[in-house]
């Protein structure tokens, strides 16, 4: 029987119509709600599906969350909060309350750990095992490129109120032979990105996270008579280098920092811990400007005591900055204070004067092909800002990196287009 090519089309689209109806009939909504150990809800959780992060979500201020997806029955979905292990439920388990078990992040146990031990403490056996680590470095970690995939969180809150969080996939190539002294060079191209957001918190940081408040785009940068939804697409359309999401996973570069410091062994100490790891810890101070400016850290090295291989990395920053006079922060900066609920009369009175914080990095490392690369990054910051009259303003970021595929062989970097090509927010509100 001859069919006409019109007919051959027609049943195409028809089979293709009968596939879409199919799998939009096989789409569940998920839902449920998490909580820790002692049933509190957990706001700002990311939960997601293994095999299409981008169909993830975050938990609302309640501990709860829905989102749809079209998942096998036996798919792995993650729930994560830093400071707390990461769980993974199969997709036809999700019901009810999913828990969450309190991990404090490997720096706070390192600190613990590390203390001076006097029998190794001396130069000499400390040069040594530091030259052992050095080589054991140097056969670890890969010379050619790697690629990742990778799930970054960002979470921010003031005075332990959290109002927002801004999850981004994203591709991440590692070239260590492009290095600059030393250092690897980290290309970073953003796939998805979604912005969660308190409704109350909404008209507040919708535009002031793109840099430049709606108001003034309106006034300024809108043709006349433009169109809110106009307005907001440009307020969302932000470059895909957002500054924590690509810093993450740059900075604390472990090898190259070790490198550095193995010389000053008198700032070295040594500690063993449990399982067969041994805490290398080097500690720095730096002073400048007249002592305006302070800054002490310590880098945690957690090793194998007979491999010498580096199973994790910890790194925890103290900064202190006075500014005699004090400072008149731009409008955008000013703005920004928006989010902390300060009024307008304080802002526009507000002149920074100190800025002290706390910084704790870790790094998890994984093995594969023979070399070690990274598995999973987080990030604490607690900052103050303090301005006239005292005013002291609280603020926390929270940020967390975990690879989700691993590429070795044959990576290329990115092209320039790639890297500055922007990536579109979407908005989601949660209540």
Known sequence: MHISKKSSTFVAIFDEMKTFLFILALVTTFAGRVVDQQGAPIPYATVYPEIAPEWGTATNNDGYFSFEANLPPDSRVV????????????????????????????????????????????????????????????????????RYTVVSDVRMSSDNSPWGMEQMIADIVVLPEQAKEGRDSVQFQGRYCKRFFDARKRAQADSILAGQALERMEQKSAPKGAPANMLRRAANA?????????????????????????????????????????????????????????????????????????????????????I???????????????????????????RLKRLRGAVD?????????????????NMICNAFIVGSKNTEIPLQIKATQRVTELETSGVKPLRRSQITRRVKREIVEIY
């Open 361 to 377: 990095l870790n790094t998890i490392y994984q093995r594969q092909d023979g070399h070690v690369y990274t598995q999973e990054k």
């Open 238 to 322: 932000v470059d895909s280098g957002v500054v924590v999401h690509s810093a993450l996973f740059a900075i604390g570069n472990m090898r190259y920092d070790f490198e550095q410091a193995m010389t000053d062994t008198k700032h070295w100490t040594v500690s063993n811990e449990s399982e067969g790891e041994t805490v290398l810890t080097h500690t720095e101070s730096i002073s400048k400007y007249l002592g305006c400016f302070k800054m002490t850290f310590q880098r945690h090295y957690i090793v194998d005591s007979h491999t010498y291989a580096v199973r994790r990395f910890s790194e925890h920053a103290e900064v202190k900055v006075t």
């Open 79 to 146: 729930f994560s909060y830093i400071g707390y292990q990461k769980k993974v439920v199969l997709a036809r388990d999700i019901t009810g309350e999913i828990v969450l078990i309190e991990q404090p992040i490997a720096l706070q146990e390192t600190v613990v750990a590390a203390k001076k031990s006097k029998q190794r403490n001396k130069r000499k056996q400390m040069a040594t095992l530091l030259h052992a680590v050095y080589v054991q470095l140097e056969k670890d970690f890969p010379h050619d490129n790697s």
């Open 324 to 350: 005699p006079f004090g400072i008149k922060l731009n409008k955008d900066q000013l703005q920004m204070l928006n989010l902390v609920n300060m009024s307008e009369q304080q802002i526009e009175k507000f």
